[in-house]
């Protein structure tokens, strides 16, 4: 059983900066990949980027790559959504997400298969606005 516990969301300016936490917890969470997802009223849950907790290997979706960067933090359990050069359309809750390593326990197979929107746990969400 992994929990994840996200903060940081708010509003924020057109161009600004936000960073989210997802505090993980569980006897397993180094088993897992980690990830960030987003969902916009009125659309579905998007896949925005996923890490190993090693951060050797990550994964972008194309809207936010360039601008947004996941990072971890081994010894604090957490992980990091670091958002800049935010947009109106960047406005969503946002929400943690773990995926098993499984065999043959590649963390790119894992990101990949979390890209796919097939994740084993969800956090609850934290809310970004982004106003124009």
């Known amino acids: 059983q992994v929990q994840l516990v996200e903060s940081g969301g708010g509003l924020v300016q057109a161009g600004g900066s936000l960073r989210l936490s997802c505090a993980a917890s569980?006897?397993?969470?180094?088993?897992?990949?980690m990830g960030w997802f987003r969902q916009a009223p009125g659309k579905e849950r998007e896949f925005s980027a996923a890490?190993?907790?090693?951060?050797?290997?990550?994964n972008y979706a194309d809207s936010v790559k360039g601008r947004f960067t996941i990072s971890t933090d081994n010894a604090k359990i957490t992980v990091y959504l670091q958002m800049n050069s935010l947009k109106p359309e960047d406005t969503a809750v946002y929400y943690c997400?773990?995926?098993?390593?499984?065999?043959?326990?590649?963390?790119?197979?894992?990101?990949?298969?979390?890209?796919?929107?097939?994740?084993?746990?969800w956090g609850q969400g934290t809310q970004v606005t982004v106003s124009s």
């Open positions: 997400a773990a995926a098993e390593l499984r065999w043959p326990y590649s963390a790119t197979q894992a990101i990949n298969r979390m890209n796919a929107g097939l994740v084993d746990y």
């Open positions: 569980g006897r397993t969470v180094s088993r897992y990949v």
């Open positions: 890490s190993s907790w090693s951060g050797g290997s990550t």
